[in-house]
């Protein structure tokens, strides 16, 4: 399983990054995939959340209305766009795979990398001024 985060960089306040997450080496519709961020000094925080067979997608409070996740099955990729993008946003973006037989409940939706079953090295989104 490979998972390859880019997209990152830096950006004003209320500009856009659109990430994007490579996938390989298992059957992307059989996962959720999400975003999780981890910020300077903080805990991680799950972002958002797509199932990729119903495309139903979930949002943490924080970003909902701002950024948008999405993916592509015939390429196996997975997206975040974000947009109206904020100070409090920079952070270390990491892409994450859950197999849906893996978990009980509607969607996964965790802060911690490893209660997933693989995650990317991260894309860096630094919001300033």
């Known amino acids: 399983v490979q998972l390859v985060e880019s997209g990152g960089g830096m950006v004003h306040p209320g500009g856009s990054l659109r990430l994007s997450c490579a996938a390989s080496?298992?059957?992307?519709?059989?996962?959720?995939m999400t975003w999780v961020r981890q910020a300077p000094g903080k805990g991680p925080e799950w972002v958002s959340t797509i199932n990729t067979r119903t495309g139903n997608t979930y949002y943490a409070d924080s970003v909902k209305g701002r950024f948008t996740i999405s993916s592509d099955n015939a390429k196996n990729t997975l997206y975040l766009q974000m947009n109206s993008l904020k100070p409090e946003d920079t952070a270390l973006y990491y892409c994450?795979?859950?197999?849906?037989?893996?978990?009980?409940?509607?969607?996964?939706?965790?802060?911690?990398?490893?209660?997933?079953?693989?995650w990317g090295q991260g894309t860096q989104v630094t919001v300033s001024s």
């Open positions: 994450a795979t859950k197999k849906r037989t893996h978990y009980i409940g509607s969607y996964f939706a965790r802060d911690y990398l490893y209660e997933y079953d693989a």
């Open positions: 080496g298992f059957t992307f519709s059989l996962y959720d």
